[in-house]
């Protein structure tokens, strides 16, 4: 079975910190990032997950892909807002007898949130980069979340490779015989046969999956999670990095909020 | 012997209305090699999975280690009978080898040093240690059945039952598999092998019950497999030693061969003669 094979691009020093740790530290950080009002700190934010990032090991090419899973939202947001909304014309972009005049009100509506979301895609992008899915499901069991959700969870991770695995051999088997997709939209044969497998890839996949359940009923699976035992007490390392993280992303809060005014660090 | 497993009058209806079970009744006793044999579709699998208490029963009864099986007792029943799947891909879901073969003994409660012998003891049983922090799926088809078996044993179940265990295996993988149950078997494990592979049925078990449409309709020594009413009945074929016997009954003396060995004992009396 093909299974989600989890290679972490991370350094080692950051995964052994504990995964209850940097699950808490990265959900209060993106909290408290994504609801700045201030476009410079959450910059200041963005780079200081970015700083943590590097520091922890992972590769700017990892990064940089992750990033682009924003950039249809992103981009759209970014070159559609400035030009929709109405205010003070600093741009004007002339195409034939078009005419598009890009306001400040429109780019400052179009950068905060935009800027809000690279943070937060940052954020993620450091936690699933540092730990594993596994880990972070039994952070998760372990942090007393709901235990339908870390079911549903884990179950949606063990699946995906079931469903993955079912396309391979179904594609396989079309090769085999000679089916080659691609010849557009309009093709009645390809819209048909794709329309085919993925009505037979779910029914394929309920029946595997359930065969699947029964192996792991017969070797006496309850419907529980259960821990392997390999949990760690939060040594100092843990609990440094969950404190630096954390108290960064209050002080960069509070400022935002008022409570200590620009001009107070800048003196 | 003791019997170990005891069906009586078992029968079972899908959902669908397809009756896989028609008051099917069979002993298995402690320390056997057994070999279920029917054609696909006579209930092999379906019986199986009411060993390992994954199917309910609902008419008649399962009875193991003397014991009346019902959902009460399953997860006892579970520890004491392995399922090893047909598809060693249905069963290997986890991320790493060890992970997979710790899946059992973890929700028998095992942790720590205990969890981590018995896991290496399993693996070591079945030569796979060095693959332990390797991915299920990079591993060849034979090496996967053995860590499916590894994540039975270590369950430390008394019985252990295997559905269709050479489907897709190349020849030394099933000689591999057979040594290994055999050397279960020598420890004094019961063996239930369910199959519609005749010769190795013939070969490898003590016993064989021969399914039909849900039914027992034969069970008794590996000798069985001669008596072709039964295996035409059956729909299986004569074991292929057989087969090349039965056109001379002066040769089936006193018995009709059924394996090998037997067949080349008389070739050697022929010859020294």
Redesign the interface.
Known sequence: ???I??RLAAGTWIRGVDARVKLIAVVIFIINATTLQDKTLLMITAFLLLGVSLLAGIAPVHLVKRLVLVLPFGGVMVSVLPFVIPGEPVWTLQLGVLKLVATREGWEAAVLPCLRMVTAFLGMAFLTSTT?L?EIIHALNHLKFPRIFVLLIDFTV?YI?VVI?ELNRMQTAGKARGFKPGRGLWDRHTVKTIGSMLAMLFLRSYE?AE??Y?????????GQY?C??YCHRIKKLDFSFGAGMITASWAIKIIDMGGIPWSLLLK | MEPVIEVTELSFLYKDGTRALDKCSLTIECGTKVAILGPNGSGKSTLLLHLNGIHVVQQGTVKVLQETVSPSNEQWLRSKVGLVFQDPDDQIFSGTVWEDVAFGPVNQGLRGEELEARVRQALHFVKMEQYSRKVPYHLSYGQKKRVAIAGVLAMNPDIIVLDEPVAFLDPAGKRALFELLDQLNRQGKTIVAATHNVDIAARWAHKIIILSEGRVLAQGTPALLTDKTIVQEAELELPAVTEIFAPFPDLCKPKTPVTVEEAQNIIKQLVTN
Request: aromatic share 12%.
């Open positions: 079975m093909q299974g094979e989890e594993s596994r063990r490779a695995d595997r065969r699947v029964f192996a792991m009923l017969s070797r006496g699976y309850t259960k392997y035992g």
